[in-house]
């Protein structure tokens, strides 16, 4: 199943922060207004801002409010990809040259401070001052999994839980945001927000581990980035911990990180993993995060839009990018 057939009930809207995603870059210094729009226009499957909207639905679906909140939500994630880009000094993302490759690292880092705080504003439009406390709190969660992931690349004494720990930092923390605020900004229930939050947080653990298998198995074509990205940056993925715990002694990946060989390393690293059975059984962690999202919403009504969002747990299961 396509994501924007997931999307339908709130295609309409999406389609409207897609506009005020652009009104973002309407801004008076030309200079900004182009890394703006170039960085805002770089795709994306929306999943973020169409959670939040989507979320919404069960109760009081107020527009006025969750439309600020759904496109600030996507701001915060453009800004963390705008400093990810920067901080490791990537070249590519979505096919496309990366903001800190075309203008430099400093203007990639003050533009992703901007987005922040542009989030920030739009999340305070909303007069929800739970809402605009979580979302600064989510920017300090975020920041934290990444100063870990930074202190530790090529630290090959990483365990699951400090990975774990890290992608509940750097991506679920996001994953919360939205679909808590859509809950808080559609006034549910505190233990229907308590439930959304759990689907959002095992939703995003979910989300990384495909993306972290992806990135080993995906074309660059698929991936708009080269195959094995995390490894070449020191950065230890489930599926590379797997290969570790596998072979504990002659392994790529420890050779990589003992600064040996880089590019053969990779290569190596990348059809050992492919070639066993290693991405079953990340595929197989990433399900049980699915279900236990999905098992979150047995609270919820029976309804569309929780059709809606188990349909949204199976594509992130099965989407090639």
């Not at 703006?36 to 801002?49: E, T």
């Not at 979320?55 to 939500?73: C, E, I, Q, R």
């Not at 453009?78 to 430099?104: E, F, M, Q, Y």
């Not at 990433?286 to 999202?293: E, F, G, Q, R």
């Amino acid at each position: 199943m396509q994501s924007n057939t997931i999307y339908e009930p709130v295609q309409e809207d999406l389609n409207k922060v897609e506009d005020w995603l652009r009104s973002v870059s309407k801004v008076d210094f030309s200079w900004l207004a182009k890394l703006l729009g170039y960085s805002l226009k770089g795709g994306g499957k929306r999943i973020r801002p169409a959670l939040t909207l989507l979320v919404g639905k069960f109760y009081n679906y107020n527009l006025d409010s969750l439309l600020p909140m759904a496109t600030a939500v996507e701001l915060l994630h453009t800004a963390t990809l705008v400093h990810d880009d920067a901080i490791d000094k990537s070249s590519v993302r979505r096919g496309r040259p990366t903001i800190n490759t075309v203008w430099g690292e400093d203007a990639a880092v003050l533009l992703g401070d901007y987005l922040f705080a542009k989030a920030g504003e739009l999340a305070a439009t909303t007069g929800n001052l739970q809402v605009i406390k979580l979302s600064a709190q989510t920017i300090m969660t975020i920041s934290s999994g990444e100063l870990n992931q930074a202190f530790n690349a090529f630290n090959l004494k990483q365990t699951r839980e400090d990975y774990f720990q890290r992608v509940s930092s750097k991506t679920a923390s996001l994953f919360c945001l939205a679909t808590e605020s859509g809950a808080i900004l559609s006034q549910a229930p505190e233990k229907s927000i308590k439930a959304l939050k759990g689907y959002g947080h095992n939703l995003g653990i979910a989300f990384q581990i495909v993306d972290d298998i992806l990135d080993f198995i995906g074309t660059e074509e698929e991936l708009g980035k080269p195959v094995g990205s995390d490894l070449a940056q020191g950065t230890l993925t489930l599926p590379a911990m797997l290969l570790l715990e596998r072979y504990p002694e002659e392994n790529p990946v420890k050779s990589l990180f003992q600064n040996r060989d880089k590019q053969e390393n990779i290569g190596l690293a990348i059809e050992l993993i492919r070639t066993s059975s290693i991405v079953q059984e990340c595929y197989g962690v990433a399900s049980d995060y699915c279900s236990k999202a999905c098992h979150n919403l047995s609270l919820l009504p029976d309804n569309a839009i929780r059709q809606a969002l188990v349909q949204l747990a199976e594509y992130v299961i099965n989407r090639k990018r």
